[in-house]
Structures are given as C-alpha cells and as structure tokens.
C-alpha cells in the first residue's frame, strides 16, 4: 500500500430539475457496484471515485422576502469511476484503498448536509436572490474541493496510515458536527 496512489473527482452541476433528497447516511463504497468505469492505464492512480453534487431550488417572494425551496443531492458516477484492482495486490490493500476512497464520499456528504443546512437558511435580497445563491453555492463547492485536495495531498492518497486515521477523525468530527447544526434547524 506504500506506494498507492487514487485520485478523486468532483464536480459541481447545476441542473434545471429537481432531485430527490434522502440521505441519512453517506454511500459505502463497493469495488463490484461504485466503481465500473475503465481504469486509465496512464494514470499514476489506482482508483478514481468520480462524485457530482447537484441542487435546483423553487423561489417565492413575499412581502420583500425571498424563500427557497431546496433540492440537493450528491450522487456517484459509476461509469466514471474505476479501479486497477490488478495493481493492488493483498486483500489488506484492497480495504485500505477502498477505505480512502470511503473517505472522499464521507467528505462530499459533509457537502451536502452543510449546503443544505447553509443555502437554506440564509437571508436572500428579492432583487439579486439568484446571484447570491450561485456565489454562496460555488464557495461551498470551492471549500469542499479544497478540503478533498488536501485530503489526498496529506493522506499521500492514502497512503500514509498516520495521517489517514488523523483524516478520518477530522471527517468524522465534521459529519458529526453537520449532523447536529441540521438537527436545530
């Protein structure tokens, strides 16, 4: 496991339709059903887990207030997503990788409760509603990019055991701490 390295994708949709919202708990990740995309040979990487988030909102204005009826959903590309399971010799590495790559899905379910939690209750202004929750919901995806990069630069994707159960504490704390922000709302 030493030298193996995984790359992560993310990618923020804006769709026009609305999308069903039932997450209690983030996706485990199964080599045999999440990851059924061809490996790219010339990749350095041994696995890629491409994830998208996607949200749509209603709008209604009344009496000078904007409010928002959210859909919000993250969601796995099984097609775009791969291993190179011929690469990963112990079943040992097999889990491990499989664990690291767990651990970006449980940071993009941080996403989605955190936009949840934040695009929902916000104060918007009635003439520029649209443009703020555009800006608000690109620096939530910006953070979270940010935190998956950091994530596999300081995990070494995965590699470096000390920082990947220092990585999973930190992931661990936040989904926690989403959990209870969107339990007093």
């Known amino acids: ?7 992560f994708l993310s990618l923020l949709i804006i769709p026009i339709v609305s999308f069903k919202q039932d997450f209690t708990e983030p996706v485990q ?21 491409a994830m998208t ?5 209603g709008s209604t204005v009344y009496r000078n207030r904007v409010e928002i ?30 664990h690291h790559e767990q651990g970006h899905v449980n940071i993009q379910y ?12 916000r104060n918007y202004s009635v003439k520029n509603y649209k443009a703020q929750i555009s800006q608000l919901a690109n620096e939530i995806s910006n953070y979270f990019d940010t935190m998956q990069k950091n994530y596999d630069e300081e995990t070494e994707h995965g590699s ?13 704390d936040k989904m926690e701490e989403s959990k209870a922000a969107s339990e007093l709302k």
């Open 1 to 7: 496991m030493k030298n193996l390295l995984i790359a």
């Open 160 to 172: 470096n055991h000390k920082m990947q159960a220092r990585w999973d504490k930190i992931i661990s």
């Open 29 to 49: 990740l199964d080599w045999n059903i999440h990851f059924k995309g061809k490996p790219d040979n010339n990749s350095p990487f041994y696995a890629l887990t």
């Open 69 to 98: 009826k959210l859909q919000n959903e993250i969601s796995i590309d099984k097609s775009r997503s791969w291993v190179k399971l011929d690469k990963v010799k112990t079943e040992e590495s097999r889990q491990n990788l499989l």
């Open 53 to 57: 988030w996607k949200y749509s909102y």
């Open 110 to 121: 941080v996403l989605l409760m955190e936009a949840d939690r934040v695009l929902k209750n």
